[in-house]
């Protein structure tokens, strides 16, 4: 393989607007009144080799997202290009060319697999729908898979319900994996296991990626577990992409208030690392008819008029890209430095939502004082 210069080559997959809606209909003529806006106006790149994880709480438009790619649904909007090729233009004969280089992993490992069908059925159906080898050459290719994902070639001739749901998950890990893809869709691969196996997977997931080059678009709400495995972060809210940066970055200097909620609720061992747990009020806007301006501001502690009325610009800091206006006010008083940005805005919403009978403008004189 090649090596590849980040500097210089372009993203293998590049997301531009990306919209999915569902059409609301009503009466007896089953007419449109509305639509579901899932995912409305995404756009992120993931470079060759590299792990975006994107992460939110349910209901957001992650799994949305993944299956848009793949055009396992239909985008109603935007732009997919993966290396080069335009996804949402092609036709099916080349988008089936194209599928066998982009695989899913879904997040149920039992309810993916048919139950009617022997692990050898499963596994060759992917070879034989792309006309990959004759039957010798895809016995090995398939028997390499399972190796590479930690299972005996045994396995061929048992069913689904024979395992336990780690070795489940590893059969789906092993049926992308036949077709030789560069990129993968890992749709919260184990939410559905029990913790111990959750790691080994987690583990397999990382050593497949180093020792084959592929790309991964890893979907969880596990915060922990994406800062462990992916590269670059991307947190969504309602359909939207709230804030973005390399993973480091993210999770020890998030500036969007709901990334910072989301942080505080992540557990650790070492009391310097805790946050205090920042609960928000009130439950996420319905999808057919998000608020205008910010998505988050009906449960922002620290929203503010503008927030109300105007949508958030993208703020750009050398690639930690955030959508508020209060942060990006903040971000301007501190001079830039993203670090104490960070902490003025955790003060700020911590001070917000311990205190909820303190008026907005109370809190956000005081952190105008945090600056003098």
């Known amino acids: 393989m090649s090596e590849q210069n980040p500097q210089t080559d372009p993203p293998l997959l590049q997301v531009k607007g990306l919209e999915t809606h569902f059409p609301i209909r009503k009466g007896l003529l089953r007419r449109q009144v509305g639509s579901v806006k899932a995912v409305d106006g995404v756009t992120f790149d993931i470079p060759r080799g590299k792990t975006l994880g994107l992460v939110g709480e349910s209901g957001c438009g992650k799994t949305t997202v ?22 949402r233009k092609e036709n099916a004969r080349s988008l089936r060319s194209l599928r066998r280089r982009m695989q899913i992993v879904f997040q149920d490992p039992y309810g993916s697999l048919n139950p009617r069908m022997k692990i050898r059925s499963i596994l060759e159906e992917g070879l034989i729908l792309h006309r990959l080898g004759e039957r010798s050459a895809r016995l090995e290719q398939m028997e390499q898979a399972l190796e590479r994902t930690g299972l005996s070639p045994a396995v061929l001739e048992r069913y689904p319900h024979e395992f336990s749901g ?126 205008a301006g910010c998505r988050f501001h009906p449960r922002c502690p620290l929203a503010e008029t503008v927030c109300r009325e105007v949508e958030p610009p993208q703020v750009d800091l050398a690639g930690h890209r955030f959508h508020c206006h209060v942060a990006s006010r903040e971000l301007e008083r501190c001079g830039g430095d993203a670090a104490k940005t960070s902490v003025v805005m955790q003060a700020a919403i911590t001070a917000a939502t311990s205190d909820s009978t303190e008026p907005h403008s109370a809190v956000s004189q005081r952190m105008s004082l945090d600056h003098q």
Do not use: W
């Open 66 to 87: 993944g299956r848009s790619l793949l055009r396992l649904v239909e985008p109603t909007g935007g732009e997919v290009l993966f290396d080069n090729h335009a996804v």
């Open 166 to 291: 780690g070795q489940r998950q590893r059969i789906a890990i092993a049926r992308a994996l036949v077709l030789k893809p560069e990129f993968l869709v890992l749709d919260e691969p184990v939410s559905a296991l029990d913790v111990s196996i959750q790691a080994q997977v987690i583990n397999l997931l990382k050593e497949l990626k180093q020792e084959l080059g592929l790309t991964y678009l890893f979907i969880s709400h596990d915060l922990s577990v994406v800062e462990y495995l992916a590269d670059n972060v991307a947190v969504m809210y309602l359909g939207q992409i709230v804030e973005s940066a390399e993973a480091g970055q993210l999770c020890q200097q998030p500036l969007h208030p709901y990334t910072l909620a989301l942080f505080s609720a992540v557990p650790s061992v070492e009391v310097k690392n805790r946050r205090q747990r920042i609960v928000l009020a009130g439950d996420v806007p319905s999808p057919s008819r998000p608020p």
